[in-house]
């Protein structure tokens, strides 16, 4: 079955503490990767997306991606979080051809301490 | 519009009682979704339009949901009879019809309903 999973739903760091959010997928087709943020009363925003290629990705706000196929992993890091960054963060799969739709994880939310 | 505009922000309703709420896509994007996004949950596809095509409706949860998208644009997703587990933020996205998943979504701020 085609499923994203997010195994933390709470991840508090202090203010300038390196982030590393986790993202696990099950996906029959060559999958596309996305990461979301989403802010309190805000839609969500793209952070970056892998689609093929190099497996590091680089995105917004100083966040980065990598995709391990060996692993079925696409985690998001970042060196030096801000307290801005606190927010709920969304990993989400789709398909490279075909379907349209995405199968999102049901996020992390990300505490971070002055 | 610059953004994908959803309307009402916020709404609270009677249990049982029917509600619209509105989506205003990018201009230029051609396919819109909505997803629900329940407490506690991730993010779940209720329905898709592109272009003229029929829509996708495989993730409407019951009768009770209907959408529809009028001249290409505007989408309005309809609850009726609303019971307390329709609570929760109602997400609407557009992207360009050639992407698809590809190029991901903008989404809308979202309608929160909260049914009483």
């Known amino acids: 079955a085609q499923s994203v999973t997010q195994p933390d739903i709470h991840i508090t760091v202090s203010e300038g503490a390196s982030l590393e959010l986790r993202c696990n997928y099950s996906y029959g087709a060559t999958p596309y990767l996305f990461w979301y943020v989403q802010s309190p009363g805000q839609g969500l925003q793209l952070l970056l997306k892998y689609f093929s290629g190099d497996t590091l990705v680089q995105g917004i706000k100083g966040f980065e991606a990598e995709f391990k196929r060996s692993q079925s992993s696409f985690n998001l890091r970042k060196p030096s979080v801000h307290w801005s960054d606190a927010a709920e963060y969304f990993c989400a799969v789709g398909a490279a051809s075909g379907t349209y739709k995405y199968i999102f994880g049901t996020g992390t939310r990300l505490k971070v301490l002055a | 519009g610059a953004g994908v505009s959803q309307s009402p922000s916020n709404k609270v309703t009677e249990k049982g009682k029917d509600v619209e709420l509105r989506c205003d896509p990018i201009?230029?994007?051609?396919?819109l979704y909505w997803y629900r996004q329940s407490l506690g949950q991730g993010l779940e596809f209720l329905i898709y339009f592109q272009g003229n095509s029929a829509p996708d409706k495989s993730g409407l949860p019951s009768d009770r949901f209907s959408a529809e998208r009028t001249g290409g644009s505007v989408s309005t997703l309809t609850i009726q009879r609303t019971q307390q587990e329709d609570s929760a933020v109602y997400l609407c996205a557009s992207s360009l019809v050639l992407s698809g998943a590809g190029r991901g979504y903008t989404f809308g701020s979202g309608t929160r309903l909260t049914v009483v």
């Open positions: 201009s230029g994007h051609t396919a």
